[in-house]
C-alpha cells in the first residue's frame, strides 16, 4: 500500500509561482530518497529536484536552479517543491517519486530511472 499523491499544480503566469506537496501513505518518507520528476508532452522524464532522506543536500537540474526549492517534513509525511519565477517551459507533469536510500542511490537522485515508487503526477501549466 505504498502510495505518493501529489497536489497542487494548476495554471500561472509566467513569472508566477506554484508549491507542490507529495503526501505519503501507507509508508513513512524517512528513510527515503525524494525527486520530482517532470515530463512534458512528448518528452522523456526528467529529473528535477532530489532531497536526501535526511533532508540534506537537495539537488537541482540547472534549468530550475535558483527558482526551484525542494523541502521535506517528515513528521507530515510530505514533501514539497517550491517553484518561482516559473516558465513556459517548466510546463509540465509533475511526479513525485522515491526511493529506499541505500546503496548511495542518493548520488543518482538527478536520473528518472533511480525512483522505485511513483505518484500519479499533477499538471502545471505556465502560459500567459
Known amino acids: 500500500q505504498l502510495q505518493l499523491v501529489e497536489s497542487g499544480g494548476g495554471l500561472v503566469q509566467p513569472g508566477g509561482s506554484l508549491r507542490l506537496s507529495c503526501a505519503a501513505s501507507?509508508?513513512?518518507?524517512?528513510?527515503?530518497?525524494i525527486g520530482w520528476v517532470r515530463q512534458a508532452p512528448g518528452k522523456e522524464r526528467e529529473g528535477v529536484s532530489c532531497i536526501s532522506s535526511s533532508g540534506g543536500s537537495p539537488n537541482y537540474a540547472d534549468s530550475v536552479k535558483g527558482r526551484f526549492t525542494i523541502s521535506r517534513d517528515n513528521a507530515k509525511n510530505t514533501v514539497y517543491l517550491q517553484m518561482n519565477s516559473l516558465k513556459p517551459e517548466d510546463t509540465a507533469v509533475y511526479y513525485c517519486a522515491a526511493v529506499e536510500d541505500v546503496l548511495q542511490l542518493f548520488r543518482l537522485c538527478h536520473k528518472a530511472n533511480t525512483y522505485r515508487y511513483w505518484g500519479q503526477g499533477t499538471q502545471v501549466a505556465v502560459s500567459s
Open positions: 501507507g509508508f513513512t518518507l524517512d528513510a527515503y530518497v
